[in-house]
């Protein structure tokens, strides 16, 4: 046990006598309660947490919402209001507290909330946690509470004709089958449609719900930052809000590093107008601190923090123990070069590291939230660190996201982008507004801000770009809504953020080109610029398979191509009539406009298209197509951002230090930019992620004549590594190599090309006839990984591939539980090898990949008990050239 400093001396018997726990009163609302509508006849039994769609699902009132087009079918759902009530009964020893609250940690989100037939007050924020006085309301025995909340979607009507003048945009584009004026609402901005997601604009009690009574104070919120000292010492500083029932309490305040370390011990004094008390603790050297780090640099090691208030008033004991990191967080905004024209860099560094961002952005897991489990997240999230990510965005139009979720991002090493939720729209700035956005960015910070794996804000998203490119046609008064802008971000939301956590950059939007934007008056000329902060870049109809395409940008936080998802996961919410690519029902789920015609024009730059003349069959190809596409085009683009990292051209662009591709996981079953389905199954893009994200990557390309291969590593080794690679030349039409090249490089530096050949020099005296027939596969010479390939034309031109006779041998289970080992073999070079595992939840240890040799080891991680005989008769197995008949 190690005591700091400026702390009296407390024996370990007196630990044990603050054991966690809290002497509060505290009576659960969750659980049952009766939704219903009372004009229409409804009244069911829903579960809080939860929204009015799953209680009538629950009910057997409608169907999977997901179902066909069941989004139409039940848009009535959100133009109705619903009612929430149910009773709870109290006791005498609550009544006896001196102060009784309701808090509601989320509603969902225009409500009028009433105790035993009285208002208690109101919500307009799903974003807001509630604390009413329910005191006087209550009586011993048996009380109702009752929420009625309003339809968001009239409400949000209605906001919008009461005000001056049209915030845009009013309406979602058709394509994305949506309601109206969602942001005049603070509320989820894609539950009211997205371009990837559906409209279902729920109501309902979204968080947990209770009441509480306390005689003295009862702690709200814990924050922490931590900073380390130029001696390598941590300081912690922490602050806790109350909330306080008389005039003056005082009490014991009481802090602890897990169970062993007392950090400070003190007598405060707290009153309503002086609720928070802040402490600046050194921790002691003794405690030998462990770093937090990001996933692939170094342990995520977290402690415990036990806040404890023991008031003197009455024998009475709030506490709170919430888990910490120990790191430091810094945004790199220098100046590139002694040029100012050339730019400022952007980039990430973690406790004194430079890290390059490797990741995605995260979209709701759910239209409706109540469903998304810790279970769920922490799959999501595993499969982003099972394939080397460091970062994910949490998109501005979704959610703060659930506790759980932070949690399980600190514990995997997942740093966090938060965007604050405000997403492609201009916003109102009316007085109500305004209040409303600073409660909720004073309470979201509050819960989030002792999360170490959240390393940076950002005000919205592609709002700062919108308003420079008049998106959404406010050019008719740009002043007016530039004003509103600067009022709602730079004048409401960042003096919170910054006066409440100013240990995190804060940016004020994304993409943004940084301080050069807030320098320009926060809404730069350029806000996609190449030489300032981040950037959304979107091509669709480009050959995406061509590095040259992409932009040099210091940061892409948003990148991104569509795919469809798999046909399996899609067979719960489609009829078999609807199995067909253009279909009704395939152009209606598809919310981007000219979605499947642009994946169509995409694949054709690349490869032939399917041919089977079963309209099923096609449609299975089709899908497989898609992601091919995706897959080959997040590959192509990610790479290149990483080989950018460490150089600059002659105008300034490069030292590229983040690639979040959009998107990580879905809504829904639909197609759209992710690469997780909404199943949790891989698509092929996340199989590619776990090559192009590796840590080691080999990463060839044709430079115009030459062939270019780069390795690009994650951080600057201490001492040179020394490898050697491979290079074979093969044709299409004949397994084994035509020619090998074998050569030594050293790796000094994150990224750097260590093979540079002109290719018509390589292919000579070789039989390599035509560039078309053939292709570059290569690898560590004496681990094979990592390996990669390049052909010398696309699929479409390839000459010499064919089918290939793939097998599945020697299916295994391997002692461990749930994983299986399989051996594949072919008699030829193929293509895109997609294994599929039919129902099985779980994913394989590679997949998607070109199989260069006669046979392959793969392992199949199971996340569900599954025998032997099941998996082995869900696998099949399929490469390019069989989507192609004759
Ligand atoms: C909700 O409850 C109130 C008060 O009982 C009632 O007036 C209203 O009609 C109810 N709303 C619906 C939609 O049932
Ligand atoms: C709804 O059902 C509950 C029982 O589940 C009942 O107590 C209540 O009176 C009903 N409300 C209406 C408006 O029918
Ligand atoms: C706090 O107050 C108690 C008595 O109320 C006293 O015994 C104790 O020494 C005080 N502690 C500190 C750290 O001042
Ligand atoms: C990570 O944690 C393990 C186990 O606690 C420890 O042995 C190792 O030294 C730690 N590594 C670093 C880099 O801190
Ligand atoms: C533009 O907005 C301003 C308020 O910022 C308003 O006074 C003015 O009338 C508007 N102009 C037009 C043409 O709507
Ligand atoms: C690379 O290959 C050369 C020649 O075979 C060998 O001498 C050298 O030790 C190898 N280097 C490494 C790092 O394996
Ligand atoms: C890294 O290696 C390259 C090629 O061997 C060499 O030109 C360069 O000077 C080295 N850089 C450093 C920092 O050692
Ligand atoms: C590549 O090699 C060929 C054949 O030796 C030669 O004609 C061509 O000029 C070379 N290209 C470049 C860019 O050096
Ligand atoms: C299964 O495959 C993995 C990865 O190739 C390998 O490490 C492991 O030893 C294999 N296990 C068995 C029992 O074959």
Not at 779 to 802: C, D, H, K
Not at 830 to 855: C, E, T
Request: proline content about 4%; some cysteine.
């Amino acid at each position: 046990m190690a005591v700091a400093q400026n702390v009296i001396f407390v024996t370990v018997c007196s630990l044990y006598l603050f054991s966690f726990s809290s002497s509060l009163s505290t009576l659960d609302l969750n659980g049952a309660w009766i939704v219903s509508n009372e004009v229409r006849g409804y009244n069911v039994s829903g579960s809080v947490p939860g929204s009015m769609y799953t209680a009538l699902l629950a009910a057997g009132v409608i169907q999977d919402p997901y179902y066909r087009r069941n989004d139409e079918t039940y848009r009535w759902i959100a133009k109705e209001d619903w009612n929430y009530s149910r009773t709870f009964t109290v006791i005498p020893k609550l009544m006896a507290m001196k102060t009784i609250v309701l808090v509601c940690e989320g509603l969902d989100t225009v409500g009028k909330v009433f105790v035993n037939g009285k208002v208690v007050g109101k919500s307009d924020n799903m974003f807001v946690r509630y604390t009413f006085d329910v005191k006087d309301l209550l009586k011993i025995g048996e009380n109702i509470i009752k929420v009625e909340f309003q339809s968001a979607v009239n409400y949000a009507a209605e906001r919008s004709k009461q005000y001056s003048y049209t915030v845009p945009p009013t309406c979602p584009t058709p394509q994305s089958h949506g309601d109206c004026h969602v942001n005049m609402i603070r509320k989820e901005q894609c539950s009211f449609s997205w371009d990837w997601g559906p409209s279902f604009p729920t109501q309902g009690i979204w968080r947990d719900i209770y009441i509480q009574g306390y005689n003295s104070a009862v702690i709200r919120d814990v924050t922490t930052e931590t900073m380390r000292g130029s001696d390598g010492l941590w300081t912690l500083q922490v602050a806790v809000f109350f909330e306080v029932t008389s005039v003056l309490v005082s009490g014991q305040l009481r802090i602890q590093l897990d169970k062993t370390t007392v950090l400070h011990v003190s007598n405060i004094t707290i009153s309503q107008s002086n609720s928070s008390h802040t402490l600046t603790l050194k921790i002691p050297k003794e405690e030998n601190i462990m770093m937090w780090w990001p996933n692939g640099y170094g342990n995520q090691t977290l402690y415990q923090l036990y806040v404890y208030f023991e008031s003197k008033i009455s024998p009475e004991i709030s506490s709170k123990k919430i888990k910490i990191g120990f790191r430091t967080v810094k945004l790199n905004q220098e100046y590139v070069t002694q040029n100012k024209s050339q730019g400022r860099e952007f980039y990430f560094v973690i406790n004194g590291q430079s890290i390059f961002a490797k990741g995605s952005n995260w979209v709701p897991a759910d239209s409706f939230l109540e469903t998304v489990t810790r279970a769920r997240i922490q799959n999501r999230l595993q499969s982003a660190k099972d394939v080397h990510m460091n970062m994910l965005r949490v998109w501005g139009g979704g959610v703060y996201e659930s506790d759980e979720f932070y949690e399980i991002a600190d514990e995997l090493g997942i740093m966090i982008w938060q965007d604050f939720m405000f997403g492609c729209a201009m916003y109102p700035t009316d007085k109500s507004f305004l209040s409303s956005v600073t409660s909720e960015v004073l309470h979201q910070i509050r819960r989030l801000k002792h999360h170490p794996s959240i390393i940076a804000y950002s005000g919205n998203n592609e709002n700062e770009k919108a308003l420079r490119q008049n998106w959404y046609g406010t050019s008719t008064n740009f002043t007016r809504y530039y004003n509103d802008y600067i009022q709602l971000y730079k004048e409401t939301l960042m003096p919170v953020v910054v006066n409440e956590d100013s240990s995190r950059p804060f940016l004020p939007s994304s993409p943004t080109d940084g301080l050069e934007s807030e320098s320009e008056g926060w809404v730069a000329q350029d806000p996609g610029s190449e030489y300032f902060g981040d950037i959304h870049d979107y091509r669709y109809l480009d050959p995406y398979f061509d590095y040259k395409v992409y932009r040099i940008p210091r940061f892409a936080s948003e990148y991104g191509l569509q795919s469809w998802c798999s046909y399996e996961t899609l067979e719960p919410v489609f009829a078999e009539s609807d199995m067909d690519y253009w279909s009704d029902l395939c152009d209606y789920r598809q919310h981007h406009p000219f979605g499947n015609f642009q994946m169509m024009a995409e694949a054709l730059l690349y490869m032939k298209l399917p041919n089977s003349s079963d309209v099923k069959q096609k449609f299975k190809d089709l899908i497989y197509i898609t992601q091919i596409n995706q897959a080959i085009a997040m590959k192509t683009e990610t790479e290149h951002y990483r080989r950018w990292q460490n150089r600059l051209d002659s105008t300034g662009r490069g030292h590229t230090m983040g690639a979040l591709y959009w998107q990580l996981d879905d809504i829904w079953q639909a197609p759209t930019w992710a690469s997780i389905e909404y199943t949790g199954k891989w698509k092929m893009l996340h199989y590619y992620a776990r090559h192009f994200f590796a840590p080691m990557l080999i990463s060839p390309i044709m430079d115009g004549e030459f062939l270019d291969v780069y390795v690009v590593v994650d951080q600057v080794p201490p001492q040179p590594i020394t490898n050697n690679l491979t290079i074979s030349l093969h044709r299409w039409d004949q397994m084994g190599a035509l020619q090998n090249w074998v050569v030594e490089f050293k790796i000094n530096s994150t990224a750097g090309s260590v093979f540079r050949r002109n290719v018509t020099d390589l292919l000579t005296k070789t039989s390599c006839d035509l560039p078309q027939r053939c292709f570059f596969y290569m690898y560590l010479t004496n681990t094979q990984e990592p390996s990669a390939w390049v052909t010398l034309s696309t699929f479409r031109e390839a000459i010499g591939l064919q089918k290939a006779n793939i097998k599945i041998t020697n299916l295994r289970t391997t002692g461990e539980d749930k994983i299986f080992n399989l051996t594949i073999t072919t008699d030829n070079f193929a293509p895109f090898v997609w294994i599929d595992a039919y129902g099985i939840k779980g994913r394989f240890s590679d997949n998607g990949f070109l199989l260069a040799q006669s046979q392959k080891n793969i392992s199949f991680y199971a996340w569900e008990s599954v025998t032997l005989d099941r998996f082995n008769s869900s696998l099949s197995i399929k490469s390019l050239m069989d989507v192609y008949y004759e």
